[in-house]
């Protein structure tokens, strides 16, 4: 695996720093901070109880992504990934001899849009669910699929606080807690000369946790943080913080943004105080997305990020192949595309071997995930129909969850900005 020893030390020097303070007094970085209006993990609505699933019926899983709002320019061909596992199981003759069901809802990027969403599937027949994308939505439904024993798994929110918050045994990622994303990140920042950063970041637990994990790793390194600059998510004007983000004379500026109602502000209003003469470094949250390069009218090109990928192996070569045609050959894949079909396959798979209702398809992710007898996609379904140990290979990668629902690994894209494309440099493997 590409740099598997270095990304180990950065990581260890920033356990380090954490035990000893981290940056909650131990820094000199100047934190500005702004109203949020996040909606609490404990945010609550009405609770639609999942009906018990008898032998015969058939599977029905949702898919929750934002077709609205943040991130409502990703949704979409996320959303497609979780399609291609549905339509590909159903191809070689469904669950329980039946197609597997797959609704589809809108999760936005917000609390009250994500519980929403789900009360509808949920009242659809919903047992399995592949969301929410944002991790301030995927905290807000968490109460909720818990008291309707309904599985929930997200291929893309990230946020270190979804390995500590109480699950109740429903959730589970596909996607890797930005722990790790954090350390990639400062490795790439370090490996390119950069001495001192300014971070600019959504001011909800995605941002924070991955601003966090970046500092501390970064200072870690050596590295000095003369910013960190919050914004609130709702926010619509953003002259202050893109002001406040560019003192200190930073050699570069590490963007954890959302594109389609913030971050294309943000990133305009920093050319306009000509900030964008320094690199700017981006995350997932943008990774793909054309109306960020658009609204940046060019003032982009060349700049880099970091966001979780896959590696080249036959489970993505497959994938790629059914995304591909999902898209008349348009796109072989997208940002966590293959991690939103490593959900739905790994709900199916664990309905398979466990039972079809929310309860037993959230207690068989663990050991669908790893285990057993290797196997790609599809593949594992005889496995599990004759009742026999698996170890589902992702598309993602080896996927492998841990007690708390989270990968044990993740592989990570290092791309540039280039023209209307966002070009994979390197692909890095870690821990």
């Known amino acids: 695996m590409k740099n598997r020893k270095a990304l180990a030390l950065i ?34 609505a009405p609770t639609t109880t999942a009906a018990p699933a008898s032998a015969g019926d058939p599977l029905v ?27 590909q199981v159903n191809a070689l003759g469904g669950v329980n001899g039946q197609d597997v069901v797959f609704l589809e809802g809108d999760s936005g990027c917000n609390a009250d849009v994500a519980l929403t969403g789900l009360q ?4 659809q027949g919903a047992q399995g669910v592949m969301g929410a994308a944002c991790s301030s939505a995927t905290l807000a439904l968490l109460s909720s699929v818990i008291e309707a024993n309904v599985a929930l798994v997200s291929p893309s929110s990230t946020s270190p606080q979804l390995t500590t918050v109480e699950k109740g045994g429903m959730f589970s990622r596909t996607a890797p807690s930005d722990a790790f994303q954090g350390v990639v990140l400062a490795a790439e920042l370090v490996k390119d000369g950069i001495e001192t950063i300014s971070i600019i970041s959504r001011a909800d637990s995605y941002g924070r946790g991955l ?29 202050a913080e893109v002001t406040a983000v560019g003192k200190g004379n930073p050699d570069a500026i590490v963007a954890i943004l959302f594109p389609d109602t913030t971050g294309c502000p943000i990133v305009q209003g920093a050319f306009e105080q000509g900030l964008t003469d320094i690199p700017w470094y981006f995350t997932d949250g943008v990774k793909d997305s054309a109306t960020l390069i658009e609204c940046s009218q060019g003032a982009l090109e060349g700049f880099k990020g970091v966001a979780p ?3 080249e192996s036959a489970a993505l070569e497959s994938f790629k192949a059914l995304y591909s045609a999902a898209t008349n050959g348009e796109n072989e894949t997208f940002i966590f595309a293959p991690q939103a079909y490593d959900a739905a396959m790994l709900m199916i798979l ?17 050991a669908a995930s790893g285990g057993g007898t290797p196997c790609i996609g ?11 140990d698996f170890d589902y290979v992702g598309a993602s990668g080896p996927i492998d969850l841990d007690a708390n629902g989270d990968p044990t690994a993740g592989t990570y894209d290092i791309y540039q900005i280039q023209g209307s494309d966002y070009v994979v440099l390197e692909t890095i493997d870690y821990p």
């Open 11 to 44: 990581a260890i020097l920033a356990l380090v720093a954490t035990a000893c303070g981290g940056s909650d007094g131990g820094s000199d970085e100047a934190v500005v901070e702004v109203e949020t209006t996040e909606a609490p993990a404990t945010t609550e």
């Open 61 to 87: 899983l949702a898919s929750l992504m934002p077709l609205s709002g943040d991130l409502a320019s990703l949704g979409p061909g996320i959303a497609l990934g979780a399609q291609v596992a549905v339509d």
């Open 120 to 123: 509808d599937v949920i009242a």
């Open 211 to 239: 601003a966090n994990a970046t500092l501390e790793a970064f200072e870690a390194q050596g590295g000095s943080v003369a910013n960190v600059v919050y914004h609130a998510a709702d926010a619509s004007e953003f002259s």
């Open 309 to 311: 990928g896959a590696s």
């Open 350 to 366: 664990s309905a398979i071997a466990n039972g079809t209702d929310g309860k037993s398809i959230a207690g068989g992710m663990i």
């Open 378 to 388: 599809a593949e594992c379904i005889d496995l599990a129909l004759a009742g026999e």
